[in-house]
């Protein structure tokens, strides 16, 4: 079973700067890639999806790359309540799929 | 607007079983696979279970296979998720999602707020 690893742990930024968040596959796992953000005390919420397709009503600042194994979330200009963590997901290829997520970015100030 | 609204959450002992229940307005509930997702306290997120439009296809991390067993009523907009034999690794808060198709394989777009499982002696 594919596991993913999300790196870095942690990521210290102001508003205004540009986050980069990698996400990498054990195997490869086509486009299925998908990433959420989760602020304290909520559910998480969907971003990005098929590896780079936004969600709806999701703003432009946030993009997503990749595929195979290896993944990017991008925030070009960190607004305020960008300050969350982020954590991607993947689908097995077997049938019926079973899920993964990574362990999380925390983007903090 | 779609909403999903969990219960049955509970401080329960080691070894007894709990039943979570997710109810769903909003949406065609028939159309949908469903998930449970879970949380631990403070930490990540792990997919439990997944369940297709018709129950027809099913599916579980290897943490709760064969103590967890999903199920849903399209009748009654429900999905549901039967655990026995809990162990203290189990606590967590348990989120209930639907899928972005009928099969489960899609993205989980929409998620309830949470219940608490808590087991400990």
């Known amino acids: 079973e594919s596991v993913l690893t999300q790196s870095p742990a942690t990521l210290s930024l102001s508003p205004g700067e540009s986050a980069t968040l990698s996400c990498r596959a054990s195997?490869?796992?086509?486009?299925?890639l998908t990433w959420y953000q989760q602020k304290p005390g909520r559910a998480p919420r969907l971003l990005i999806y098929?590896?780079?397709t936004r969600a709806t009503g999701i703003p432009p600042r946030f993009s997503g790359s990749g595929s195979g194994t290896d993944f990017t979330l991008t925030i070009s200009s960190l607004e305020p309540e960008d300050f969350a963590v982020y954590y991607c997901q993947q689908r097995s290829d077997n049938w019926p799929p079973v899920f993964t997520f990574g362990g999380g970015t925390k983007v903090e100030i | 607007e779609v909403q999903l609204v969990e219960s049955g959450g509970d401080l329960v002992q080691p070894g007894r079983s709990l039943r979570l229940s997710c109810k769903a307005s909003?949406?065609?509930?028939?159309?949908?696979?469903m998930h449970w997702v879970r949380q631990p306290p403070g930490k990540g997120l792990e997919w439990v279970s997944g369940?297709?439009?018709?129950?027809?296809?099913?599916s579980y991390a290897a943490s709760v296979k064969g103590r967890f067993t999903i199920s849903r009523d399209n009748a009654k907009n429900s999905l549901y998720l039967q655990m026995n034999s809990l162990r203290r690794e189990d606590t967590a808060f348990y989120y209930c999602?639907?899928?972005?198709?009928?099969?489960?394989?899609?993205?989980?777009?929409?998620w309830g707020q949470g219940t608490l499982v808590t087991v400990s002696s």
């Open positions: 909003g949406f065609t509930f028939d159309d949908y696979a």
């Open positions: 098929d590896a780079s």
């Open positions: 999602t639907k899928d972005s198709n009928a099969a489960p394989g899609g993205r989980f777009g929409n």
């Open positions: 195997q490869s796992v086509g486009t299925y």
């Open positions: 369940i297709n439009w018709n129950s027809g296809t099913i």
